[in-house]
């Protein structure tokens, strides 16, 4: 009932920037939270940043300074403005909507959190 669709990836060099785009889609009605995590080979994942619906926003400090989450709540859309990217910032990008109310017209819904596919971000000369 509802997807998160992920953007905007690829390979950049050091110093460079990118822009990921995530959009949920479904019968939504509310979003309290989305944010971005990424995971690199061996690693855990861990929490980049997130925005709220009121638009509070929280970083991890290894990006902070260099990312910009914003959110656009009409559109159900989710923005990360990477800069000045490291090899270190290479890892998979997963888009994160937490708390999603949604209705179907035939009266099913519910509340949940979702996740989306990923995608690849690689800083390298």
């Known amino acids: 009932q509802v997807q998160l669709v992920e953007s905007g990836g690829g390979l950049v060099q050091p110093g460079g920037s990118l822009r990921l785009s995530c959009a949920a889609s479904?019968?939504?009605?509310?979003?309290?939270?989305m944010g971005w995590y990424r995971q690199a080979p061996g690693n855990q994942r861990e929490l980049v940043t997130f925005?709220?619906?009121?638009?509070?926003?929280n970083y991890a400090d290894s990006v902070k300074g260099r990312f910009t989450i914003s959110r656009d709540n009409a559109k159900n859309t989710v923005y990360l403005q990477m800069n000045s990217l490291k090899p270190e910032d290479t890892a998979v990008y997963y888009c994160?909507?937490?708390?999603?109310?949604?209705?179907?017209?035939?009266?099913?819904?519910?509340?949940?959190?979702?996740w989306g596919q990923g995608t690849q971000v690689t800083v390298s000369s």
């Open positions: 479904g019968s939504i009605f509310s979003i309290q939270a």
């Open positions: 925005i709220t619906k009121d638009g509070t926003t």
């Open positions: 994160n909507a937490e708390r999603v109310g949604w209705e179907t017209p035939d009266g099913r819904g519910g509340i949940g959190d979702y």
